[in-house]
């Protein structure tokens, strides 16, 4: 009598039950994973938008420059005395500033 009742049970369960672990994980993921990163590609294009003339910048190669020319779609950035570089907009990742001074 008990496995008759558990399997009329088992029938009735609703389809949006078993959907509702998945839906809850996408969710979760989106603000802990997805959202986060937007928000931070949004602010480097921001700032990668508003570079000027003698900014501080850091580039994806992780070489340390001032930028000295700004146009359209690249910069030339000075790395040291009678050395510039020119590169694209999207290569240069942030600022200097933000680094905290190792102890």
Request: glycine content about 4%.
């Amino acid at each position: 009598m008990n496995n008759l009742l558990f399997v009329t049970l088992q029938q009735q369960a609703n389809p949006l039950a078993t959907f509702l672990p998945l839906v809850l994980i996408i969710v979760v993921f989106y603000f802990f994973m997805i959202r986060p990163q937007m928000k931070r590609q949004k602010e480097l294009r921001k700032f990668q938008e508003s570079l000027a003339k003698g900014d501080k910048v850091i580039i994806a190669g992780g070489i340390y420059g001032k930028v000295t020319e700004v146009k359209e779609e690249y910069v030339v950035v000075e790395i040291d005395e009678n050395a510039k570089v020119k590169v694209i907009k999207s290569a240069v990742v942030r600022d200097p500033s933000d680094i905290q001074p190792q102890k």
